[in-house]
């Protein structure tokens, strides 16, 4: 199954954080383009980032976990198809 999502939904669902957190430990990262709050563009980078403010992270597990808390039944559902 693909089901193709926009930018902004991995955004706001902490996954791009969580990605580029994990990224960062070879430096690298998904970089976005943005005009306000709407990504324009996003593209893989080379970066001297290794990691993210302890607020951002705060922002992040946030994110991340009330992502699983609204998605847990059906992300279980699907590894049983």
């Given amino acids: 199954m ?3 999502r926009t930018w ?3 955004r706001s669902s902490g ?3 969580w990605i580029n957190m994990m990224l960062h430990t070879f430096g690298w990262a998904i970089v976005c383009d943005m005009d ?3 990504i324009k563009s996003a593209y893989p980078a080379r970066v001297k980032f290794r990691g993210f403010t302890e607020d951002r992270n705060d922002e992040g597990y946030r994110k991340v976990s009330e992502y699983m ?3 847990a ?3 279980r559902d ?3 198809d």
């Fill in 78 to 80: 699907e590894w049983k």
């Fill in 73 to 75: 039944t059906e992300l």
């Fill in 2 to 4: 693909v089901d193709k």
């Fill in 36 to 38: 306000g709050d709407i």
């Fill in 69 to 71: 808390k609204i998605n």
């Fill in 15 to 17: 996954m791009l954080w």
């Fill in 8 to 10: 902004d939904e991995f």
